[in-house]
């Protein structure tokens, strides 16, 4: 606020003009890894945001009585990646996780039963590490064909018997 011309002033109080800064140079968004879409970036390795994705690890959880385990697997590993595949599929379509989309996963991969020998043989390869290393989560999620994540636990449970349309080998 400026004062009287009458009232005394310290010089240390007067107003100080501002210092104006340079217009602007030119900028251009030609960086390689710039987003120029405002779509999220799709592809192995991207991961799939959600809401409310944390929620889905609670029901993972709640799945673990059911699970079936052979010699060599691991609950920890097991839970990690099936939670992986059921937050992909809910955030597919666009919505918080659900107790089916973690029945899914886990009917998907043969924790919940039924699964052929094959697919459990190569199921252990894939889960091992899944629960300390992001990197073998997000395998496990990518091994899942995209017209998979539309099928419900049943459909998923009817074709397990040729797993290898459902996932890729």
């Not at 937050?87 to 039963?113: C, H, K, N």
């Not at 017209?147 to 419900?152: F, Q, S, V």
């Amino acid at each position: 606020m400026t004062q009287p011309n009458h009232v005394p002033v310290q010089a240390s109080d007067r107003v100080r003009p501002s210092a104006l800064l340079p217009p602007p140079v030119a900028w251009y968004q030609e960086r390689p890894a710039e987003q120029t879409e405002l779509a999220q970036p799709r592809g192995p390795r991207f991961g799939s945001t959600g809401p409310d994705l944390g929620y889905g690890l609670k029901l993972a959880r709640r799945l673990i009585p059911r699970l079936q385990l052979t010699e060599g697997e691991h609950e920890d590993a097991t839970v990690a990646g099936c939670f992986a595949c059921g937050t992909r599929r809910s955030a597919q379509f666009g919505r918080a996780p659900v107790i089916y989309d973690m029945e899914w996963a886990y009917t998907l991969w043969g924790f919940l039963g039924g699964a052929p020998d094959d697919l459990v043989s190569w199921r252990k390869r894939m889960f091992r590490g899944a629960a300390e290393h992001y990197w073998d989560q997000r395998e496990i999620v990518d091994a899942v064909r995209l017209e998979t994540l539309a099928l419900t636990p049943a459909q998923v449970r009817e074709r397990l018997g040729s797993w290898k349309e459902l996932l890729i080998v």
